[in-house]
């Protein structure tokens, strides 16, 4: 009878004494999270449409893009582009410009700036084609911000909850001091590459949550269920252990993940490489906190104050874990 073998990305009883360098881990986590914290002030996030307000039009060359003559003749024409770059192909060129004044005589400022843009790109190279011109207006972008951040707030909130009535205290602090570490780590990233922030980062960064949570939720399981299998085991030992039984699966999520999201991250274009790249972020710091940050937290807040339960009577022939044989 043939048997088809079972991967494995660390061999069965493998005992890493995770915990050792548990405060080496938190004060690297601690130094970039204050470093991302300190970015989030200056320079600061780039704000997208959504959230910055203005107009953005996506148009088409008749052949390679010459965008220092589009910069210029949009120059020439007062329309000051607060960013100019290609996507996709070299005959794809994306415009940013910021919303246009009001206008005293009540007319649409922002179909004018339409219509003076597609003027100005036509001059620059004849037979470029529009494809799209989007405006999102202040007050809109600004209601679109606060919803953004709201959501987030929220998502902490029920996760927090959800993970106080299924774990006790000790555990659900831990996560969410863990999930606010990640969080400050990716607006970290989102400064240091210059994605922009809009709608589609929030739906990335609360991806990313909802990933590291069900990451560190399997931990946790494990944690609870050799809580009461080893009365008297030393917390620490106990953390290490339920890591160690819990890697293999834990690197074979985060690993398909991973490799799913990828091929977005290197083909998606403009639209989909941004979300892709932060996605990618966030499943190597969400993978990585479970095991060096959230434990570690755990283990600090739980060494005086987690539960174990009765011992049964024949507790000490249990306290130790089964060794595999060679």
């Given at each position: 009878m043939f048997v088809r073998p079972v991967l494995r990305f660390v061999p069965k009883g493998t005992k890493i004494n995770f915990m050792k360098g548990r405060f080496i881990g938190l004060a690297t986590s601690a130094i970039l999270s204050l470093a991302s914290i300190g970015l989030f002030f200056y320079p600061g996030l780039t704000l997208g449409l959504d959230f910055r307000g203005g107009v953005v039009v996506e148009a088409k060359t008749p052949g390679p893009a010459d965008f220092s003559k589009i910069r210029s003749t949009l120059s020439s024409h007062n329309i000051p582009a607060a960013g100019l770059q290609s996507f996709g192909g070299n005959d794809d060129v994306l415009i940013r410009l910021d919303s246009p004044p009001p206008q005293p005589n009540g007319a649409d400022g922002t179909q004018t700036l339409i219509e003076k843009t597609r003027a100005a790109l036509t001059e620059s190279q004849p037979g470029i084609q529009i494809l799209r011109a989007d405006a999102v207006g202040a007050s809109v972008s600004a209601e679109l911000f606060r919803n953004g951040l709201l959501a987030l707030a929220i998502s902490l909130a029920m996760i927090c909850a959800y993970i106080w009535i299924r774990f006790e205290w000790e555990f659900a602090i831990s996560a969410v001091i863990t999930l606010i570490l990640d969080l400050t780590k990716t607006v970290g990233f989102l400064v240091l590459t210059h994605f922009e922030f809009d709608l589609v980062m929030v739906a990335a960064i609360l991806t990313i949550l909802g990933y590291s949570t069900n990451d560190k939720v399997v931990v946790y399981d494990r944690v609870r269920e050799n809580l009461r299998k080893y009365h008297s085991m030393p917390l620490q030992e106990l953390i290490?252990?339920?890591?160690?039984?819990?890697?293999?699966?834990?690197?074979?999520?985060?690993?398909?993940?991973?490799?799913?999201?990828?091929?977005?991250?290197?083909?998606?274009?403009?639209?989909?490489?941004?979300?892709?790249?932060?996605?990618?972020?966030?499943?190597?710091?969400?993978?990585?906190?479970?095991?060096?940050?959230?434990?570690?937290i755990l283990l600090l807040l739980g060494k005086k104050h987690i539960k174990r339960g009765t011992p049964p009577a024949k507790a000490k022939s249990k306290d130790k874990p089964p060794t595999s044989k060679p």
């Open positions: 290490d252990l339920s890591i160690n039984e819990t890697l293999s699966r834990t690197l074979g999520t985060s690993s398909t993940v991973f490799l799913a999201a990828l091929p977005l991250a290197l083909f998606g274009g403009a639209t989909l490489s941004g979300f892709a790249w932060v996605m990618l972020f966030g499943i190597v710091v969400g993978t990585s906190s479970s095991i060096f940050i959230a434990a570690p």
